[in-house]
């Protein structure tokens, strides 16, 4: 590869980014060397274009309406910044072994990609996993009963625990 065909990490972040607004599940892992990570901070690591690619096909089928936009890319000579928002109905499969709950999710987030020679090296999601888990139904809505019963629960296990440290 001659200096002339490695594209920038912005461009990389671009072209990758298109692949999964359309759902391409090899256009994705396309841009990643073979042993690339995605780091979804609140779910896990994906280790390899197999696994990457399972967790796309995971999430448009649990999404099938998913639909992502990306608002703002920055760049320099070896990392990427990817600014989006996505939306869509969790009303198709499981995801991540939650089964749909026809819920729809709006989130905001941010990949951090680390990219050398032209690939994606390593890639870091940043998103709000309580707030997706809120609007999925995992969680109860932020303020409601169930959550302050939920937090007064987790409160009263922490002052057993304590006390019986003591």
């Given at each position: 590869?001659?200096?002339?065909?490695?594209?920038?990490?912005?461009?990389?972040?671009?072209?990758?980014?298109?692949?999964?607004?359309?759902?391409?599940?090899?256009?994705?892992?396309?841009?990643?060397?073979?042993?690339?990570?995605?780091?979804?901070?609140?779910?896990?690591?994906?280790?390899?274009?197999?696994?990457?690619?399972?967790?796309?096909?995971?999430?448009?089928?649990?999404?099938?309406?998913?639909?992502?936009?990306?608002?703002?890319?920055?760049?320099?000579?070896?990392?990427?910044?990817?600014?989006?928002?996505?939306?869509?109905?969790?009303?198709?499969?499981?995801?991540?072994?939650?089964?749909?709950?026809?819920?729809?999710?709006?989130?905001?987030?941010?990949?951090?990609?680390?990219?050398?020679?032209?690939?994606?090296?390593?890639?870091t999601i940043y998103y709000d996993g309580a707030s997706f888990a809120r609007q999925i139904g995992l969680l109860p809505a932020?303020?409601?009963?169930?959550?302050?019963?939920?937090?007064?629960?987790?409160?009263?296990?922490?002052?057993?625990?304590?006390?019986?440290?003591?």
């Amino acid at each position: 590869m001659t200096t002339a065909d490695v594209r920038t990490p912005t461009e990389i972040a671009r072209a990758v980014f298109a692949a999964v607004s359309a759902k391409d599940l090899d256009g994705i892992v396309a841009h990643g060397a073979p042993d690339y990570v995605d780091d979804f901070v609140a779910v896990g690591e994906f280790r390899g274009r197999d696994a990457i690619r399972e967790f796309f096909r995971e999430t448009y089928a649990a999404f099938p309406d998913f639909e992502l936009t990306v608002d703002r890319i920055v760049g320099d000579e070896s990392s990427a910044a990817v600014q989006w928002h996505l939306t869509g109905t969790f009303s198709g499969g499981r995801f991540q072994g939650i089964r749909p709950t026809g819920r729809r999710v709006e989130l905001r987030g941010v990949d951090v990609l680390e990219i050398a020679d032209g690939l994606i090296r390593h890639n870091t999601i940043y998103y709000d996993g309580a707030s997706f888990a809120r609007q999925i139904g995992l969680l109860p809505a932020q303020g409601s009963r169930g959550d302050r019963a939920l937090v007064a629960a987790f409160n009263a296990a922490t002052t057993v625990r304590r006390r019986g440290r003591r």
